[in-house]
């Protein structure tokens, strides 16, 4: 048999004669590892084989339905590693949203047809209902799980075939691109301690009220309610309801207090970043009364205007869609994606605009002031990494030639100093010409239904267009 490292050929087994319960309510076959067995068993990295979730009894001969296989053995070779997340045999809830599901941690054997896995699981709504008293299974969608420190040794004909659970953080600037049939997690169960972290809701809005990506019940009068605004800035990376913000007022000062626009507004706060966009700072500081413009209802500058005197600064370069979107709120809500809503938001699309611009401020471009800076930083690095590739290896590996030693920890600490000054350029791939064409047919309809008062973040050390 292959040792630790190597994959594990499983044949079938034949009828099972157990149905694998949750930790808290086990029945644990007797021939179950010790943890004293488990730490002498043979590892492996992965197991291949055609067993299947094969059982005459009644609870589990509807198995198909979740997994697609069918209730009897099955000639599909399935491979499975450590680390793969796992639809498991879990009885009459294989047909419904609290199907078992685990992550394979490791991966054991004591002889070729009697291989365990030992499995962390991942907790549905109602289990974790059923376990702590005081949580809300309303406040998780259908498919989204807790991960947990809770294991157990599993036979590995329980493994019914692989999933992928998705690790969902809220105040992810790009966060997975979730549909109603993803499974995901955004919370871990501490299981000895019956405690949830963090719990639904404690890092949402001023109304801690948790936020419910893919309802049961899905009312189209409720959406508005749910609509959440999210700011990016490195230190707030938090989302509120809009009715929440609009009830305590936290809405912009009437445009006139500012230099700039809305667009502009928006813009400046970074997501990489605590301090707004440098080059557009000044245009979104409230004008003071002894500002001279303060009287005179200046209409205020859009970003073309604020960067027109700028003469190394160019957007000619950048899809003109990208230019509108990164100028865009970034918003959420429930439900699958219609138009421009989805359900955790356009994030990742708001933000990758911000970056271009300012890529672009920093003349980070073919043609821009930095863009030469970079490419002779490239070209010293490369010339570098030709001397030392042209030293003599055997020589400076046995320290023969203590010149050519020397020689070698020079243009290594040359290369490394240069490698760590191109650590402080920002570097994004072109953007994707036919992506950004799509999306500038849809623009129109967007901005429209995005509609709103112009909100800023209620921190008050923020209080960013948001």
Same mark, same amino acid.
């Given at each position: 048999? @292959? ?7 499983v044949g079938r087994?034949s009828k ?11 029945n ?5 590892p010790?943890?004293?067995?488990? @730490?002498r ?10 067993w ?9 001969s ?8 069918s209730?009897s ?17 879990c ?11 685990g ?11 009697d291989?365990?896995?030992r499995?962390?699981w991942?907790w ?19 498919l ?8 157990d ?15 969902y953080?809220?105040?992810? *600037?790009?966060p997975?691109d *979730? ?6 997690v955004r ?14 809701? @404690? ?13 049961k ?10 609509i959440m ?18 009830a ?9 207090n500012y ?5 502009v507004? *928006?813009l ?17 500081e409230?004008l ?5 413009e303060?009287?005179?209802?200046l209409?205020?500058v859009?970003?073309?205007s604020?960067?027109?005197g700028?003469d ?8 003109p869609?990208?230019?509108?979107v ?5 918003v ?7 138009a ?15 970056r271009?611009i300012?890529a ?11 863009y ?21 290896v ?8 203590q010149?050519?030693v020397k020689?070698?920890?020079? *243009? ?9 000054s191109l650590?402080?350029y920002?570097f994004l791939?072109?953007?994707y ?13 967007d ?8 909100l800023v973040?209620p ?6 267009a948001?």
């Open positions: 048999m @292959a040792r630790a490292g190597n994959s594990l050929g087994k099972r004669a157990w149905t694998r319960r949750k930790a808290h309510k086990s644990v076959p007797e021939d179950t010790t943890e004293l067995e488990w @730490a068993m043979d590892k492996y990295s992965a197991v291949a084989g055609g299947n979730a094969d059982t005459d009894s009644d609870s589990d509807d198995i198909s339905g979740s997994t697609g296989s209730s053995f099955s000639p599909e070779i399935m491979e499975l590693r450590k680390g793969d997340d796992v639809i498991m045999l009885g009459d809830k294989a047909k419904t949203d609290d199907v078992w599901i992550k394979i941690d490791s991966i054991r054997a004591r002889a070729e047809h291989v365990w896995v499995i962390g991942y549905a709504s109602l289990d974790i209902a059923e376990y702590i008293k005081s949580f809300e299974s309303t406040t998780f969608a259908p989204e799980r807790a991960s947990s420190d809770n294991f040794f599993v036979p590995v004909e329980d493994c019914i075939r692989a999933t992928h659970v998705y690790e953080d809220e105040s992810d *600037l790009e997975p *979730l549909e109603p049939t993803s499974y995901f919370s871990h169960l501490w299981y000895k301690r019956r405690h949830l972290e963090p719990k639904p809701g @404690a890092l949402s809005c001023i109304c801690f009220r948790a936020y419910n990506p893919f309802p019940v899905l009312l189209e009068s409720l959406l508005d309610e749910d605004h999210f700011c990016p800035r490195s230190s707030c990376r938090r989302w509120y309801h809009r009715n929440c913000l609009l305590q007022g936290s809405v912009d000062h009437p445009y006139s230099r700039g626009d809305r667009g507004r *928006l400046s706060v970074n997501p990489d970043d605590s301090a707004p966009c440098a080059l557009l700072a000044w245009y979104c409230p003071a009364p002894s500002d001279p303060y009287s005179m209802s209409d205020p859009d970003l073309r604020a960067i027109s700028n190394h600064i160019s957007l000619a370069h950048l899809p869609a990208l230019v509108r990164a100028q865009f709120p970034i959420r809500r429930p439900g699958p994606r219609h421009c809503w989805s359900a955790v938001g356009n994030v990742t699309e708001v933000t990758l605009a911000r271009f300012y672009a401020f920093e003349g980070l471009y073919p043609g821009g002031r930095q030469a800076e970079v490419e002779e930083l490239v070209k010293q690095a490369g010339e570098l990494e030709h001397r030392v590739r042209g030293l003599d055997d020589m400076v590996r046995d320290g023969e030639d010149s050519l020689q070698e920890n020079t *243009l290594l600490d040359d290369l490394l100093e240069l490698i760590k650590d402080t920002t791939a072109s953007p010409s036919p992506y950004w064409a799509a999306r500038e047919l849809q623009l129109d309809e901005v429209e239904a995005m509609a709103a008062p112009p973040c921190n008050p050390d923020c209080n960013n948001i």
